[in-house]
């Protein structure tokens, strides 16, 4: 079993959808690394290809092959907003995702917010960021990755 990080927080969102409300994902990681070291990993192709998988494309327009995860296929990857190396907004297989970073001395915090969900899809999603996080976290760590076989069962801790 692999050792996983704090779970992220379902939150209400303003938004609606017809007479539906809306909810989003939001996590918090914290590394002892300069932020230009946590962006690098989440952000170059390289490394990236180290612990999510291969990137091809360009011009913000990416696909990425994971290496291991709940999506076997490739995952389209639309950057609508980079300002290196603090804030990123990407549309992900359809869905929004804002990441920013923040250094503040020897401390980098990610804070990730996936929004718009449904609040019945939130226990399928909840899970997948929280093991990318995760891989992300051992990555940086130079501990062996987490694979996605542990991380289903936490599908009811996000409803």
Same mark, same amino acid.
């Given at each position: 079993m692999t050792t996983m990080s704090m779970l992220g927080e379902v939150r209400p969102e303003h938004d609606r959808t017809g007479d539906r409300d809306l909810v989003l994902l939001h996590y918090l990681r914290s590394f002892r690394k /300069? *932020? @230009?070291e946590v962006w690098? &990993?989440?952000t170059e192709r390289s490394q990236l290809a180290r612990w999510f998988g291969t990137v091809v494309g360009g011009n913000g327009n990416?696909?990425?092959e994971p290496l291991d995860g709940p999506i076997s296929g490739p995952i389209a990857v639309r950057v609508d907003h980079c300002r290196a190396p603090h804030e990123l907004v990407v549309h992900i297989d359809g869905c929004l995702l804002e990441a920013s970073m923040t250094q503040v001395g020897v401390v980098t915090t990610v804070e990730l917010t996936r929004?718009?969900? !449904? /609040? &019945?899809?939130a226990s &399928? *999603?909840?899970p997948r960021w929280q093991y @990318?996080?995760?891989r992300l976290t051992a990555y940086l760590d130079y501990r062996p990755l987490p694979r996605w076989s542990? !991380? /289903?069962k936490l599908a009811e801790k996000y409803r």
């Open positions: /300069p *932020v @230009l690098s &990993a989440a990416l696909t990425i929004r718009h969900l !449904y /609040p &019945a899809d &399928a *999603v909840g @990318l996080l995760d542990d !991380y /289903p």
